[in-house]
Nanobody
Framework: QVQLVGSGGGAVQAGGSLKLSCAASGNNLHHCDMAWYRQGRGNERDFVSKITRDGATTYADSVKGRFTISQDNAKKKMLYLQMNSLKTEDTNVYYC????????????WGQGIQVTVSS
């Protein structure tokens, strides 16, 4: 079973940078795609970025060109989100996630990481 522990975050002024990290453990990591989400309305979580098992990346339009997702290529045990040119609207709680074929990598979430961007 995959377990995720997120870290990083904090407070920064608009235009600044932060880097989120997520430590992954478990036997089926090689079957998992990894992603970052942030809290949306109600119980929804909004997609931020994803990196597949093959290293392909996708981004939400709102963060494209400012955020970069990456993964430790050696062991795929660390996931990162480099956030540059932060805006006040990026203030949110961020979550790392693992997902894939349910029998191989059921959906898992890390704990929330607070990011606060002030003007």
């Amino acid at each position: 079973q995959v377990q995720l522990v997120g870290s990083g975050g904090g407070a920064v002024q608009a235009g600044g940078s932060l880097k989120l990290s997520c430590a992954a453990s478990g036997n089926n990591l090689h079957h998992c795609d990894m992603a970052w989400y942030r809290q949306g309305r109600g119980n929804e979580r909004d997609f931020v970025s994803k990196i597949t098992r093959d290293g392909a990346t996708t981004y939400a339009d709102s963060v494209k060109g400012r955020f970069t997702i990456s993964q430790d290529n050696a062991k795929k045990k660390m996931l990162y989100l480099q956030m540059n040119s932060l805006k006040t609207e990026d203030t949110n709680v961020y979550y790392c996630a693992a997902m894939g074929v349910p029998t191989l990598c059921p959906m898992r979430w890390g704990q929330g990481i607070q990011v606060t961007v002030s003007s």
